[in-house]
C-alpha cells in the first residue's frame, strides 16, 4: 500500500511540473481502481448508496439514469474526484445518488462576438474594431476542472487578445493585413486555452471604425493623390503629342506636297460635320505669297526710316 502510495504522489507531482504549477488540476489516473481511489469511508458511502438505489428500485432508476446527447459529454464527480478522468457519453449513463455529482459540457462550435473595442494603434490613432471568434471544447475535464467559466473566460482573453495585437499595429496596417492579423489572434488564443480544453476554430475582424474628421482627412487625401496622378498623366500624354508633332513636322517640311494634302483632308473633315461654320479654302501658294510680301514690307520699312 505504501509503494501504490508513493508511486501515485511521483506520477501527480511529475504531471503537475508538466503543465505549470499555476494550471495543475490534479485528476486521478485512468489505471487507478475505484478501491484504490475511494478509501474506507467512500467504500461505505458507496454501499450506503448502492443500497438506497435498491431499496427504492425501480423509483431510483429514472433518477440514476442520465441521458446525454450526441454533441454533450459528461464530467461525473464522485466524492469530489472526476471519474476514470475522462468524460462519459453518449447515451445512458448511472449516477449514484448522493455521492454522484455530473456536468453537462457542449462540444459544438461556440461563436463569441467581440463587442467593439476602442483601441489606440501604433501611430496614435484611435479606432473601434470588432470581431467574432468561433471555438469548441475538445476536452470536457480540462474545461470543467481547469477553469471555473470557460466560456466566459475565452471571452475576456479574446478581447484582451484583440486590444494587444492591434495596438501594436498602424492604422494602415490594421486596414490591409486583416488577415495576417486574424491568424496571429488565433494563435496567441490557440495556445493560451489549451490547459482549458479549448481548440480556437477562426478569429475573424469584423469591422474597423475611426473617427469621422480622419474618414474626411483621408478622403481628401486620396482625392489629392488622385489629381497629383491625373495630372502626372495628363503631362506624359502632353509630352508624348508634342513629340510625334515634331517628328510630323520635320515629315511635313521635308515634302511640301503632304503639307498640301494635311491641309485637304482637314477641310474634307471640317465639312462632314453638321454645323454652322463656313469654310473657304485658299490655296497655299496664295497663302505664300501674301507672307511673302508681308515680309517684303516689314523689310523696307526700316530702310525707309
Known sequence: MARLCVSYFDHVTKRDQSLGSHYAC???????????????????????????????????????????????????????????????????????????????????????????????????????????????????????????DVHQATFLLAQTTLRNVLGTQTLSQILAGREEIAHSIQTLLDDATELWGIRVARVEIKDVRIPLQLQRSMAAEAEATREARARVVAAEGEMNASKSLKSASMVLAESPIALQLRYLQTLTTVATEKNSTIVFPLPMNILEGIGGICYDNHKKAPQKA
Open 26 to 148: 490534479t485528476v486521478p489516473s485512468v489505471k487507478d481502481t475505484p478501491s484504490k481511489r475511494l478509501g474506507v469511508c467512500g467504500w461505505i458511502l458507496w454501499s450506503l448508496s448502492m443500497l438506497l438505489m435498491i431499496i427504492t428500485f425501480p423509483i431510483s432508476i429514472w433518477m440514476c439514469l442520465k441521458i446525454i446527447k450526441e454533441y454533450e459529454r459528461a464530467v461525473v464527480f464522485r466524492l469530489g474526484r472526476i471519474q476514470a478522468n475522462k468524460a462519459k457519453g453518449p447515451g445512458l449513463i448511472l449516477v449514484l445518488p448522493c455521492i454522484d455529482v455530473f456536468v453537462k459540457v457542449d462540444l459544438r462550435t461556440i461563436t463569441c462576438n467581440i463587442p467593439p473595442q476602442e483601441i489606440l494603434t501604433r501611430d496614435s490613432v484611435t479606432t473601434q474594431v470588432d470581431g467574432v471568434v468561433y471555438y469548441r471544447i475538445h476536452s470536457a475535464v480540462s474545461a470543467v476542472a481547469n477553469v471555473n
